[in-house]
């Protein structure tokens, strides 16, 4: 018989997309301060990659590189750290484990698209490999809803309703491939603050529902459908907060998008395009015009946090 391999890797490296909200419904605020969601999330090809190495037991840091590296934490309260030590004391020998986390950055800190998040799937991802644990997809999901409302669906990926606080994700019927241009603001905005910002304005919201249109665009797989129909309740907050914004949603359909909107809790601007060729003269004269700090072409929908053989 041949002799049983090393029980882990020497690392493990994972790659996990953003995520845009075609839709974003928000409810009135609840005790424990969340606001109920009904939100269409959509995993564009824009990665961040996590690497995991063993690392002395609970020993536990984190190299970031990459975009926006420099205001990413590098103590405990890194998500990717907090995911790592959760899933060591949940599920492993928490004793005996350890790691050394590197992150390489694509998706922009604080920007509404889940890039803290995407960190934090991949480390989860990343880590159970590793340290070899026995860890159902199932527990894996809980340990994700504990660390953020949107880590579930970075695990998840793809076109995915999202309900609850944005935790709890089941995949929605979606055909096609969509292509996008996103436009990066000039620094971030806080999610909280945004939240706060929406509370102050909308004095009476209504339970949140997923529109009919956008659900049957997707399953049309129509781009001009599907553009008229995106929908973001925390856009008039992320307006309000930053009002340059509003310029850089109309030149974007100015250009030619068929649909525009401020992705999550902003500032990053989404625009969809009709076509590949429409996407990539979109980003042109995005760029051109000089409105956002950098602009990046990502289709959708992509699958979400996977190792990387
Ligand atoms: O779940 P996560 O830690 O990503 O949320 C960050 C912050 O965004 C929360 O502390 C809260 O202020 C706000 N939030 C919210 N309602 C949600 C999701 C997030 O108010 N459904």
Same mark, same amino acid.
């Given at each position: ?53 063993? #690392? ?6 984190? $190299? ?10 590098? !103590? !405990? ?14 599920? =492993?020998?928490? %004793?005996?484990?350890? #790691? ?24 989860? /991802? ?5 340290? %070899? /644990? ?5 527990? /894996? +999901?809980?340990?994700? $809803? ?10 998840? =990926? ?15 019927? #979606? ?7 996103? =436009? ?27 529109? !009919? ?15 008229? $129909?995106?929908?973001? !309740? ?44 429409? #996407? ?7 760029? $051109? %015009? ?15 946090? +996977? /190792?990387?053989?």
């Amino acid at each position: 018989m041949a002799s049983p391999l090393p029980p882990t890797p020497v690392g493990v490296r994972v790659r996990v997309p953003a995520k845009i909200n075609l839709a974003l419904k928000v409810g009135p605020r609840r005790a424990d301060g969340y606001h109920p969601l009904a939100t269409v999330y959509h995993a564009v090809a824009l990665y961040d990659e996590v690497l995991a190495l063993w #690392a002395e037991p609970d020993e536990f840091e984190v $190299a970031v590189i990459g975009e926006g590296a420099g205001v990413v934490p590098l !103590d !405990d309260t890194n998500l990717a750290v907090r995911a790592a030590r959760l899933l060591a004391r949940t599920h =492993g020998p928490y %004793d005996s484990l350890g #790691a050394s986390l590197s992150l390489r950055k694509a998706i922009p800190v604080a920007a509404g698209l889940a890039g803290g998040s995407a960190d934090g799937a991949g480390a989860l /991802l990343a880590c159970a490999s590793l340290w %070899d /644990l026995d860890v159902s997809p199932e527990a /894996l +999901r809980a340990l994700a $809803a504990e660390l953020g409302s949107d880590v579930p669906f970075a695990l998840l =990926g793809g076109t995915a309703v999202g309900s609850g606080r944005g935790e709890e994700v089941v995949p929605a019927l #979606a055909r096609g491939t969509y292509h996008w241009v996103l =436009g990066f603001g000039h620094g971030g905005l806080s999610t909280p603050a945004v939240y706060r910002r929406f509370d102050e304005l909308t004095p009476q919201p209504v339970n949140p529902e997923v529109p !009919d249109e956008l659900m049957n665009a997707l399953r049309t797989g129509d781009p001009r459908a599907l553009g008229a $129909a995106l929908v973001n !309740d925390l856009q008039p907050a992320a307006l309000d907060l930053r009002p340059q914004l509003r310029q850089v949603l109309e030149a974007g359909l100015e250009y030619g998008a068929v649909g525009a909107l401020i992705s999550g809790s902003g500032p990053t601007a989404a625009f969809l395009a009709a076509s590949e060729p429409a #996407a990539i003269d979109l980003a042109v004269a995005l760029s $051109a %015009d000089g409105l956002c700090r950098e602009v990046r072409r990502a289709s959708g929908p992509v699958t979400g946090a +996977r /190792l990387v053989i």
